[in-house]
């Protein structure tokens, strides 16, 4: 069995771990990039860059390609046309979406997806890194090292007393959390985070906004986020988004007076508080 | 078309045929007067009088002449020697059934010590089947006068040439026309002069008719004038090609026509499936259900009405069973289509015990009506008529269930929800209702598609099983939720079924379908005609 | 502590296995040992049964292993359990030598029927035994692996890869059914004589079979049990979840599911192997998509996702066949059909999930 574990490792592409080169203080490269889905443009000639430890909010109305642009950095969707480069040298369009979550690129889901007949800490476990390789999934114990990891992330995301606790049973908030949590198992270069406090109370988003200030230096976070009272208390740095392109980019307060994002806005006011 | 009618009739004729349209009953008596008379002396006759007999009584055209000539070529006319009435014998008994000669009216058994046989030698009868022939050629019945030219065509004697040189200078029906040549051509092929033959090997090229491939086959081997042999090789090519044409024309129809039941049997699916997202392994069983509506109305109505009754009613039994289907178990089920699959054979399995049940294990035959039995050709290719009415049938089906998608309320309200249900809801659409009613949709298509099959194979319990797995394959190539994916590749899958036939046979074509079509998903997982997009995703 | 953690936790399946030792030395004694006319004597037929049943057991386990825990609903898993079945048929018709009907020393009967001059090349080594229980695994887990591979690969999923599995399944029995493939066409394989020597008929043998039977299922349960316990059994269950949480961790989804597949498809091509000696044939009917999915409804009842449940309901609803098929058979295709429909409907969670519920409520 672990023969043919190691043999299909060495034919299959067992992406070796490359590290990130950002000397150019540039994390994420998007440029000119185009998909389209049966004659749709949902990325329109998008180009985009993230900076090394930048926590970035990008915000749009409805069908302005927020998620579509995600598909496209973790290889969920090929674009038509662009590049999409990850450091100065890793081409994303050549690796597959578990090659690109290796590689350092965690991505939270909209819903929160965790597994939900798994406990707390088997969820973290199962996203630490180095955990994926076919071999390890049946031979391995954790080494004391990883399990001080798996518990410094329970501590970061607040689960300490709910690790043995069915992920299913976790409130909402909670399960955004976890989520988080595992993305920071994966020990990532790049974070990104689908709308991490829909449905969230005042108290937990607090909380949530300072997880993710606290994430933003060591590395790079890209937030998609509709509630701009949330953008504003976690982000200098904001994209628009609209009808797949930048529509505008800068700090909140500049955006919020600027008059064709208030057009894109319109009929939308309510997002404003 | 009387006056074409008579001109084509020759002279004699013209004067009794004209009586017989337009007198009918004291003409036809006088004639049959004549007939007797000419008959009654053939009694007496030795065989050169009973020649020239024969030649009257071809002059005569009473509608019985053939039936009497044939008779007595086959020594079957009598006498009954009591009576002196002519009859004809049928059978070889010592008891044989007997009719009157000239009206045809049977007679009953009769004992054959009693009966006066009318004797004819062989020349005789070789003259009987020459006056046939021309009785044939000069009947006013253009299919008369084809058989005539086709019985030629299956024993060309020289002798017949002439006669079939008159009967061309008048002959008016092209098609006999080109018969009529090619029979001409034929006898020419057999002649002593080499440029005759070698002109009509050219002429006979093309008739794939084995009486003249056979003729041309041998001229193209065996003639001892390299010229002809080159023009027979020539003209046989030209046949080739054709017989080639129609076998491909005729794969293409039977591709066509596999390919309709098939589409058939798929758009109930498309609607439920591609539509619902329900998997309803129950779709065979609610065809074989309309099968069985096809036999039970059959029961009731007489066979040549029973398919236009068939038809809806089918149409309200399945979809009454799907509704059922749908309001009793799937709607507990949705979003869980692993489950519904399941529970949904657990249905098909029901539905299958149900009927075994209650119209026994055996297959019952459901009788095809009489305008739906037969052939027809169409061009040169003769079809069966009731796999081109399948395919009449399976576009018309096609054209009603898109117009009621496209054109009416509830299809609109079901596009709706397929796109998008909780907008849909929100919109006020009863999407409850929709579902019903759409499942309803989709098991009706099936009980008509039962109809349809109920013409082409056995009714019985296993009905649906067989084509499941067909029909499901022709939604996932075509890509779910698309009614035009399901048309393409239902008949894609129908030819390409029928053009692996010849090479590989029935099962094996059927196994190499599977096997291509479990490869393409592999490359396609969505299909011929995939929907694309977020939406596409859930 | 003497059984790994894995196996301690696990109440049910020590249950399990302790029926089955209890089982594997009784069913013999009971046999053998008992005099024809006691009342607790058990005939060579019953013991046949009961083999039976717990290679449909093995069965319901493999399934289990791949819808249960990965969330992959196959409808094509009887292909595997066939196709082992026919690789040790294989062997036992090679064992025949000419002992057949027409005393072919080679050529099975339906070959010589079919004026079959020499073994098909694919025929050869099958009278070997190691060589035959080799290809027991091998076939069943090749097939299952290049389906698998390219399957998952492209990401069918769904009621589309039960659709596939279940199109698999069907071409292999038209297939098989065809004299030209040779394996006995409609017939299939049959009219065994003997197994390593030993009669088939014999009730020494029957009994051997039934509890290499037991050890298997033992064994396949264990197999399961334990690659369910490890991480990779966490794999599984965040694969049939969401299978794009798993993949955006890191895990190369496809090749998962394929190695899975086809180790579960190795031990549904075991469950064919010891059915064949038992049941005396093995013919293209096996392949039929019914019994595919009659598997997969035995999974359903016992509760999925548990593999104790497996067993459970594939004893359960084959016991209740037995006797309805021959008390009530009109009544089977109801009952079956009706169990169906109320396991999805009434208990998603199967006889283990109702036991839970009432032990939770107690």
């Given at each position: 069995?672990?023969?043919?574990?190691?043999?299909?490792?060495?034919?299959?592409?067992?992406?070796?771990?490359?590290?990130?080169?950002?000397?150019?203080?540039?994390?994420?490269?998007?440029?000119?990039?185009?998909?389209?889905?049966?004659g749709?443009?949902?990325?329109?000639?998008?180009?985009?860059?993230?900076?090394?430890?930048?926590?970035?909010?990008i915000?749009?109305?409805?069908?302005?390609?927020?998620?579509?642009?995600?598909?496209?950095?973790?290889?969920?969707?090929?674009?038509?046309?662009?590049?999409?480069?990850?450091?100065?040298?890793?081409?994303l369009?050549?690796?597959?979406?578990?090659?690109?979550?290796?590689?350092?690129?965690?991505?939270?889901?909209?819903?929160?997806?965790?597994?939900?007949?798994?406990?707390?800490?088997?969820?973290?476990?199962?996203?630490?890194?180095?955990?994926?390789?076919?071999?390890?999934?049946?031979?391995?114990?954790?080494?004391?090292?990883?399990?001080?990891?798996i518990?410094?992330?329970?501590?970061q995301?607040?689960l300490?007393?709910?690790?043995?606790?069915?992920?299913?049973?976790?409130?909402h908030?909670?399960?955004?959390?976890?989520?988080?949590?595992?993305?920071?198992?994966?020990?990532?270069?790049?974070l990104?985070?689908?709308?991490?406090?829909?449905?969230?109370?005042?108290a937990?988003?607090?909380r949530?906004a300072?997880?993710?200030?606290?994430?933003?230096?060591?590395?790079?976070?890209?937030?998609?986020?509709?509630?701009?009272?949330?953008?504003?208390?976690?982000?200098?740095?904001?994209?628009?988004?609209?009808?797949?392109?930048?529509?505008?980019?800068?700090?909140?307060?500049?955006?919020?007076?600027d008059?064709?994002v208030?057009e894109?806005?319109?009929?939308?006011?309510?997002?404003y508080? | 078309m009387?006056?074409?009618?008579?001109?084509?009739?020759?002279?004699?004729g013209?004067?009794?045929?004209l009586?017989?349209?337009?007198?009918?009953?004291?003409?036809?008596?006088a004639?049959?007067?004549?007939?007797?008379a000419?008959?009654?002396?053939?009694?007496?006759?030795?065989f050169?009088?009973?020649?020239?007999?024969?030649?009257?009584?071809?002059?005569?055209?009473?509608?019985?002449?053939?039936?009497?000539l044939?008779?007595?070529?086959?020594?079957r006319?009598?006498?009954?020697?009591?009576?002196?009435?002519?009859?004809?014998?049928?059978?070889?008994?010592?008891?044989?059934?007997?009719?009157?000669?000239?009206?045809?009216?049977?007679?009953?058994?009769?004992?054959?010590?009693?009966?006066d046989?009318i004797?004819?030698?062989?020349?005789?009868?070789?003259?009987?089947?020459?006056?046939?022939?021309?009785?044939?050629?000069?009947?006013?019945?253009?299919?008369q006068?084809?058989a005539a030219?086709?019985?030629?065509?299956?024993?060309?004697?020289?002798?017949?040439?002439?006669?079939?040189?008159?009967?061309?200078?008048?002959?008016?029906?092209?098609?006999?026309?080109?018969?009529?040549?090619?029979?001409?051509?034929?006898?020419?092929?057999?002649?002593?002069?080499?440029?005759?033959?070698?002109?009509?090997?050219?002429?006979?090229?093309?008739?794939?008719?084995?009486e003249?491939?056979?003729?041309l086959?041998?001229?193209?081997?065996?003639?001892?004038?390299?010229?002809?042999?080159?023009?027979?090789?020539?003209?046989?090519?030209?046949?080739?090609?054709?017989?080639?044409?129609?076998?491909?024309?005729?794969?293409?129809?039977?591709?066509?026509s596999?390919?309709?039941?098939?589409?058939?049997?798929?758009?109930?699916?498309?609607?439920?499936?591609?539509?619902?997202?329900?998997?309803?392994?129950?779709?065979?069983?609610?065809?074989?259900?309309?099968?069985?509506?096809?036999?039970?109305?059959?029961?009731?109505?007489?066979?040549?009405?029973?398919?236009?009754?068939?038809?809806?009613?089918?149409?309200?039994?399945?979809?009454?069973v799907?509704?059922?289907i749908?309001?009793?178990?799937i709607?507990?089920?949705?979003?869980?289509p692993?489950?519904?699959?399941?529970?949904?054979f657990?249905?098909s399995?029901?539905?299958?015990?149900?009927?075994?049940?209650?119209?026994?294990?055996?297959?019952r035959?459901?009788?095809?009506?009489?305008?739906?039995?037969?052939?027809?050709?169409?061009?040169?290719?003769?079809?069966?008529?009731n796999?081109l009415?399948?395919?009449?049938?399976?576009?018309?089906?096609?054209?009603?269930?898109?117009?009621?998608?496209?054109?009416?309320?509830?299809?609109l309200?079901?596009?709706?929800?397929?796109?998008?249900?909780?907008m849909?809801?929100?919109m006020?659409?009863?999407?409850?209702?929709?579902?019903?009613?759409?499942?309803?949709?989709?098991?009706?298509?099936?009980?008509?598609?039962?109809?349809?099959?109920s013409?082409?194979?056995?009714?019985?319990?296993?009905?649906?099983?067989?084509?499941?797995?067909?029909?499901?394959?022709?939604?996932?190539?075509?890509?779910?939720?698309?009614?035009?994916?399901?048309?393409?590749?239902g008949?894609?899958?129908g030819?390409?079924?029928?053009?692996?036939?010849?090479?590989?046979?029935?099962?094996?074509?059927?196994?190499?379908?599977?096997v291509?079509l479990?490869?393409?998903?592999?490359k396609?997982?969505?299909?011929?005609?995939?929907?694309?997009?977020?939406?596409?995703?859930? | 502590?003497?059984?790994?953690?894995?196996?301690?936790?696990d109440?049910?399946?020590?249950?399990?296995?302790?029926?089955?030792?209890v089982?594997g030395?009784?069913?013999?004694?009971?046999?053998?040992?008992?005099?024809?006319?006691?009342?607790?004597?058990?005939?060579a037929?019953?013991?046949?049964?009961?083999?039976?049943?717990?290679?449909?057991?093995?069965?319901?386990?493999?399934i289990?292993?791949?819808?249960?825990?990965?969330?992959?609903?196959?409808?094509?898993?009887?292909?595997?359990f066939?196709?082992?079945?026919?690789?040790?048929?294989?062997?036992?018709?090679?064992?025949?030598?000419?002992?057949?009907?027409?005393?072919?020393?080679?050529?099975p009967?339906?070959?010589?029927?079919?004026?079959?001059?020499?073994?098909?090349?694919?025929?050869?080594?099958?009278d070997?035994?190691g060589?035959?229980?080799?290809?027991?695994?091998?076939?069943?887990?090749?097939?299952?692996?290049?389906?698998?591979?390219?399957?998952?690969?492209?990401?069918?999923?769904?009621?589309?890869?039960?659709?596939?599995?279940?199109?698999?399944t069907?071409?292999?029995?038209?297939?098989?059914?065809?004299?030209?493939?040779?394996?006995?066409?409609?017939?299939?394989?049959?009219?065994?004589?003997?197994?390593?020597?030993?009669?088939?008929?014999?009730?020494?043998?029957?009994?051997?079979?039934?509890?290499?039977?037991a050890?298997?299922?033992?064994?396949?349960?264990?197999?399961?049990?334990?690659?369910v316990?490890?991480?990779?059994?966490?794999?599984?269950?965040?694969?049939?979840?969401?299978?794009?949480?798993?993949?955006?961790?890191?895990?190369?989804?496809?090749?998962?599911?394929a190695?899975?597949?086809?180790?579960?498809?190795?031990l549904?091509?075991?469950?064919?192997?010891?059915y064949?000696?038992?049941?005396?044939?093995?013919?293209?009917?096996?392949?039929?998509?019914?019994?595919?999915?009659?598997?997969?409804?035995w999974?359903?009842?016992?509760g999925r996702?548990?593999?104790?449940?497996a067993?459970?309901?594939?004893?359960?609803?084959?016991?209740?066949?037995?006797?309805?098929?021959?008390?009530?058979?009109?009544?089977?295709?109801?009952?079956?059909?009706?169990l169906?429909v109320?396991?999805?409907?009434?208990?998603?969670?199967?006889l283990?999930?109702?036991?839970?519920?009432?032990?939770?409520?107690?």
């Amino acid at each position: 069995m672990s023969e043919l574990v190691s043999e299909l490792d060495a034919a299959g592409l067992h992406t070796p771990i490359e590290p990130v080169d950002a000397t150019h203080g540039i994390l994420l490269y998007l440029e000119e990039v185009t998909v389209s889905f049966d004659g749709f443009k949902a990325i329109d000639n998008l180009s985009l860059y993230i900076g090394d430890g930048e926590l970035r909010c990008i915000i749009g109305p409805n069908g302005a390609g927020k998620t579509t642009m995600m598909d496209i950095i973790t290889g969920k969707t090929k674009p038509d046309t662009g590049r999409v480069f990850f450091g100065q040298t890793i081409d994303l369009l050549k690796l597959d979406e578990p090659s690109i979550a290796r590689i350092g690129i965690g991505r939270k889901f909209q819903r929160p997806t965790v597994i939900e007949p798994l406990t707390v800490l088997e969820n973290l476990e199962l996203a630490m890194s180095g955990a994926q390789r076919l071999d390890r999934l049946i031979t391995a114990r954790l080494t004391g090292e990883e399990r001080d990891q798996i518990h410094a992330v329970l501590d970061q995301i607040g689960l300490t007393e709910h690790g043995g606790r069915l992920a299913g049973i976790l409130a909402h908030g909670q399960k955004q959390w976890l989520e988080i949590g595992m993305l920071l198992m994966q020990k990532p270069r790049l974070l990104l985070v689908d709308e991490p406090v829909a449905g969230m109370t005042p108290a937990e988003m607090e909380r949530t906004a300072e997880l993710l200030r606290s994430l933003a230096g060591s590395h790079s976070v890209v937030v998609v986020e509709h509630d701009m009272g949330f953008v504003r208390s976690i982000a200098d740095q904001v994209t628009v988004l609209h009808q797949g392109r930048v529509l505008a980019e800068g700090r909140l307060e500049d955006l919020q007076v600027d008059p064709m994002v208030i057009e894109v806005y319109l009929g939308a006011g309510d997002a404003y508080h | 078309m009387v006056s074409r009618t008579l001109f084509r009739a020759g002279l004699t004729g013209l004067a009794s045929l004209l009586l017989v349209l337009f007198m009918p009953l004291p003409v036809q008596a006088a004639d049959d007067e004549a007939l007797r008379a000419a008959l009654t002396q053939l009694r007496e006759a030795d065989f050169s009088e009973k020649a020239a007999l024969v030649e009257t009584l071809v002059g005569m055209d009473h509608p019985r002449v053939a039936t009497i000539l044939n008779a007595l070529a086959e020594s079957r006319l009598f006498y009954v020697t009591e009576t002196s009435r002519i009859v004809i014998g049928l059978g070889d008994d010592v008891e044989i059934a007997i009719e009157d000669a000239i009206t045809g009216e049977a007679l009953g058994q009769a004992v054959k010590r009693d009966l006066d046989r009318i004797r004819v030698n062989n020349r005789l009868r070789s003259l009987i089947e020459n006056q046939l022939a021309s009785l044939g050629l000069a009947s006013a019945d253009p299919q008369q006068r084809k058989a005539a030219v086709e019985a030629f065509l299956r024993s060309p004697k020289p002798e017949g040439a002439a006669r079939l040189k008159a009967r061309l200078d008048v002959e008016s029906d092209q098609k006999i026309q080109e018969l009529l040549t090619a029979a001409l051509a034929l006898v020419d092929l057999t002649g002593t002069d080499a440029a005759a033959r070698a002109q009509a090997a050219k002429a006979l090229g093309g008739w794939t008719q084995p009486e003249i491939r056979g003729p041309l086959l041998r001229a193209a081997a065996e003639d001892s004038d390299a010229a002809v042999r080159q023009a027979a090789q020539t003209a046989l090519a030209k046949t080739e090609f054709r017989l080639q044409m129609l076998g491909w024309a005729e794969t293409l129809f039977f591709g066509l026509s596999l390919g309709s039941v098939l589409i058939l049997a798929a758009i109930g699916l498309a609607v439920t499936f591609g539509v619902m997202g329900v998997i309803n392994m129950a779709h065979g069983e609610l065809m074989m259900l309309g099968a069985y509506t096809t036999w039970l109305t059959q029961q009731w109505l007489p066979v040549n009405w029973s398919l236009p009754v068939a038809v809806p009613l089918a149409f309200l039994v399945a979809a009454l069973v799907g509704i059922a289907i749908e309001r009793g178990v799937i709607r507990f089920l949705y979003g869980r289509p692993l489950e519904t699959l399941l529970a949904t054979f657990g249905i098909s399995l029901i539905l299958q015990q149900a009927v075994r049940s209650i119209f026994s294990p055996l297959n019952r035959s459901v009788a095809t009506p009489d305008w739906m039995s037969g052939t027809i050709l169409l061009g040169p290719l003769e079809v069966t008529l009731n796999r081109l009415v399948i395919i009449g049938f399976c576009i018309a089906v096609f054209t009603l269930l898109w117009l009621a998608l496209q054109r009416t309320r509830l299809g609109l309200e079901v596009r709706a929800v397929a796109q998008n249900r909780a907008m849909a809801r929100a919109m006020g659409v009863r999407s409850a209702r929709v579902d019903a009613l759409t499942f309803g949709l989709g098991s009706g298509i099936a009980g008509v598609a039962g109809v349809a099959l109920s013409q082409l194979t056995n009714v019985g319990p296993n009905l649906g099983q067989n084509y499941i797995v067909d029909s499901f394959m022709v939604v996932v190539f075509g890509g779910v939720g698309n009614l035009w994916g399901a048309m393409v590749a239902g008949l894609s899958l129908g030819v390409a079924n029928k053009l692996l036939e010849p090479w590989s046979g029935a099962v094996l074509a059927k196994i190499l379908v599977l096997v291509f079509l479990i490869l393409f998903i592999q490359k396609r997982p969505r299909g011929l005609f995939p929907q694309r997009g977020r939406a596409a995703e859930v | 502590m003497l059984l790994p953690h894995w196996l301690f936790s696990d109440r049910a399946g020590l249950v399990l296995l302790a029926v089955l030792a209890v089982l594997g030395v009784g069913v013999p004694i009971l046999n053998l040992w008992v005099p024809p006319d006691h009342p607790l004597y058990l005939s060579a037929y019953t013991v046949t049964v009961l083999g039976k049943y717990l290679c449909y057991a093995l069965l319901a386990v493999s399934i289990d292993l791949v819808w249960g825990y990965m969330g992959i609903l196959t409808l094509g898993h009887a292909a595997f359990f066939a196709l082992g079945g026919y690789c040790l048929g294989m062997y036992l018709m090679r064992q025949i030598g000419a002992r057949g009907v027409y005393g072919d020393p080679v050529l099975p009967d339906f070959m010589v029927f079919l004026n079959w001059s020499e073994l098909p090349w694919y025929w050869h080594g099958f009278d070997h035994f190691g060589f035959a229980m080799l290809m027991v695994l091998v076939i069943p887990g090749l097939l299952a692996f290049v389906f698998g591979w390219f399957a998952f690969r492209s990401r069918v999923s769904g009621v589309y890869l039960s659709i596939i599995t279940q199109a698999l399944t069907y071409a292999l029995m038209l297939a098989f059914f065809r004299n030209e493939m040779g394996f006995g066409g409609n017939n299939g394989l049959t009219d065994f004589k003997d197994l390593l020597g030993f009669s088939l008929q014999a009730d020494g043998t029957r009994v051997v079979l039934f509890i290499l039977s037991a050890l298997a299922l033992a064994g396949g349960y264990l197999l399961c049990r334990w690659l369910v316990s490890t991480r990779m059994g966490r794999v599984l269950v965040a694969i049939r979840d969401s299978e794009d949480r798993a993949r955006f961790l890191g895990y190369r989804v496809e090749r998962v599911k394929a190695l899975v597949f086809t180790l579960s498809a190795m031990l549904a091509g075991v469950a064919g192997a010891l059915y064949v000696p038992q049941v005396g044939i093995i013919n293209p009917g096996e392949f039929a998509p019914l019994n595919s999915i009659e598997a997969v409804i035995w999974v359903a009842v016992g509760g999925r996702g548990t593999l104790v449940g497996a067993v459970i309901g594939a004893v359960l609803v084959n016991y209740a066949k037995t006797w309805l098929t021959g008390a009530l058979p009109e009544v089977w295709l109801f009952a079956l059909g009706g169990l169906f429909v109320t396991v999805t409907v009434l208990l998603p969670y199967g006889l283990i999930g109702l036991l839970q519920r009432r032990e939770k409520a107690a």
